[in-house]
């Protein structure tokens, strides 16, 4: 570091999941005295609950040439910086106690100049018992991303806390810790202060990208195949930046980040698209496949034009499928274009790319019109469904078209392309063209969409017009809402809570789950017991839940947005996805803690 005032310290201590995240100096003035002096060492706060949380070190320094705090435990990779007078500052992530006794942490501080000093040491003791119930609760939430054993919530500071499952850092507070049960701050870049100027989160499982407010993007996590953009494969704890296309410089210019099975394609403000990640079937889109080594690009490539010509342009927004973890090669991208026709790329093991044929391409196809004939038209927006854990062949696409009508094509195998038939022509196992949604029952043609969702991996559902909904395909576990667990070919409409009548007063459906926002701002979900919409009840238990703005859900989890930008959540808890200082899961919602 070339000045004193931003000097950064890396305390990395992989055991006990301390990892510092940056140690600054500032003037306090001229000093008199040569004499090397160290004033005011302290760590801030003294005590944590037994989830841990951040802790802040500072001290008084004068007439110094080095800085280095130490800790009572095991460190590895601990580094040293310079400094000079002012005030030296660390701040430190304690992982949660999940021990019987509490447990102490001591910091120290070795200052040389013109000799060499020790500060007292100071104490920071993780108890045993859990956050009081009354909080501090998670605040100023602005929206969320649930990814496979975990969230991430955007702040109205533009930082991002995340908490639940860190297997591979997903949580991208630089620390080794298996999991943590209440929100931790995702720190900067290489693991100096905090992630700011956030914009939007995107996730695929244990990756997070952030799209910043200068339009670059930071990813961190996982890194198979290299989702993170960074030029490696290599797990990440803290935030790197994406690198520009072939690996130079910094990727800029994006507006929106989508992710795919095992990759993410951003678009640009050129209206062109860089993607990258796993490419063995041509699921870039850049006119090449990858079968050796990682089978991938870990640096964004430049999807291509139609048939390999020039570049992909026009794009106004940008959709993918995949079929979850038991297949490896099965995912691409479909982006919609200004002219609201539709161009594909990737895996066709279907007909999802549905240009006619189910050959793979690594260059995008236009998606051709209905029956196969002519072009794809009028499309507003799309909605992919993937087959889920344990299917590798359940993917396709539905199109929300000007006229309010739906039209749909790839697998088929539950009726999930809700066109009267399971199945596809000849014996193969789906649609390789769009097909028209048929209306409830079989009769006429399903109009008067507003919205398209997908429930549990083999199904759809559309929000109609008159608030009501309509789903169709799979229905093993009730979600298609039409109290039954059989399948549908064609749309069923929800029906209502205890099963009489019609389900109505809908404003929106939470994508990948059976929930909807009502317009009483409370939330009815289905699937599995009940199969029909049955209210979801208030914390704890009591009441019913209200004042929601946004539902997402992930690994069985759930969280809801409310209107008092904080959040609730409920379902499985291995990881600490319900962010409550527990491993408890919860059918009720809980609210979220914030970060101690």
Request: aromatic share 6%.
């Amino acid at each position: 570091m070339k000045r004193w005032n931003r000097l950064a310290l890396l305390v990395a201590v992989p055991v006990l999941g301390i990892t510092g995240i940056g140690l600054s100096a500032s003037p306090a003035g001229a000093v008199k005295s040569t004499k090397t002096k160290i004033t005011g060492f302290s760590a801030t706060p003294g005590t944590l609950y037994n989830n841990g949380g951040i802790v802040k070190l500072s001290a008084g320094v004068s007439n110094a040439t080095g800085c280095t705090f130490t800790s009572n435990k095991t460190l590895t990779g601990l580094t040293s910086g310079a400094c000079s007078s002012g005030t030296v500052r660390d701040t430190v992530v304690l992982p949660p106690n999940v021990g019987e006794k509490a447990m102490e942490y001591k910091f120290g501080l070795i200052v040389t100049g013109t000799k060499t000093i020790k500060a007292s040491r100071v104490t920071v003791t993780v108890g045993t018992t859990p956050p009081p119930a009354g909080g501090p609760y998670l605040s100023g939430v602005v929206s969320m991303t649930t990814g496979g054993g975990g969230s991430c919530a955007l702040l109205t500071t533009g930082d991002v806390d995340c908490w639940g499952d860190n297997e591979d850092g997903e949580l991208g507070n630089g620390t080794a810790i298996d999991y943590s049960i209440t929100p931790t701050k995702v720190v900067g870049v290489g693991g100096s202060g905090t992630l700011s100027g956030v914009a939007s989160l995107a996730n695929l499982g244990s990756s997070m990208c952030a799209l910043l407010t200068t339009s670059q993007v930071d990813c961190w996590g996982g890194n198979w195949y290299g989702v993170l953009g960074n030029g490696t494969t290599t797990d990440s704890y803290t935030p790197t930046q994406v690198v520009g296309v072939g690996g130079t410089g910094t990727l800029a210019g994006v507006t929106s980040l989508t992710s795919g099975l095992y990759g993410f394609c951003a678009l640009l403000s050129t209206s062109q698209v860089d993607c990258w990640g796993y490419n063995p079937e041509g699921e870039l889109g850049n006119g090449t496949t990858s079968t050796t080594g990682c089978d991938c690009s870990d640096t964004p490539t430049q999807v291509v034009g139609v048939g390999g010509v020039g570049t992909l342009s026009g794009v106004s927004s940008l959709s993918s499928v995949g079929s979850g973890q038991a297949s490896e090669d099965a995912y691409g991208y479909c982006a919609l274009l200004t002219n609201r026709q539709v161009d594909c790329w990737g895996h066709n093991r279907e007909g999802e790319l549905g240009n006619g044929t189910i050959a793979a391409s690594d260059t995008p196809t236009q998606v051709v019109g209905f029956g196969g004939t002519g072009t794809l038209s009028g499309v507003i927006s799309l909605t992919s469904v993937g087959g889920g854990v344990m299917s590798d062949d359940a993917n396709g696409y539905c199109a929300l078209l000007t006229t309010s009508q739906v039209d749909c094509w790839g697998d088929n195998s539950y009726g999930q392309l809700g066109n009267g038939t399971v199945d596809g022509p000849g014996g193969s196992k789906g649609f390789d063209y769009p097909t028209q949604v048929l209306g409830v029952g079989g009769t006429g043609t399903l109009s008067g969409v507003t919205f398209l969702t997908v429930n549990d991996g083999d199904d759809f559902c559309a929000l109609l017009k008159t608030s009501e909904v309509d789903c169709w395909g799979d229905n093993t576990d009730g979600e298609l809402g039409n109290g039954t667990t059989i399948d549908s070919d064609t749309p069923t409409q929800w029906v209502g809570v205890g099963g009489s009548g019609t389900f109505s007063g809908v404003t929106s459906l939470m994508s990948g789950g059976g929930c909807a926002i009502l317009t009483t701002s409370q939330v009815d979900c289905l699937g599995g017991n009940p199969t029909t919409p049955t209210p979801m009840v208030g914390v704890g238990g009591t009441g019913a839940l209200s004042g929601v703005t946004s539902l997402t859900s992930g690994g069985g989890a759930t969280c809801a947005l409310l209107m008092t930008s904080q959040v609730d959540c409920w379902g499985i808890n291995w990881y600490g996805e319900l962010g409550n200082p527990t491993i408890t899961e919860s059918d009720a919602p809980v609210q979220v803690f914030a970060p101690s």
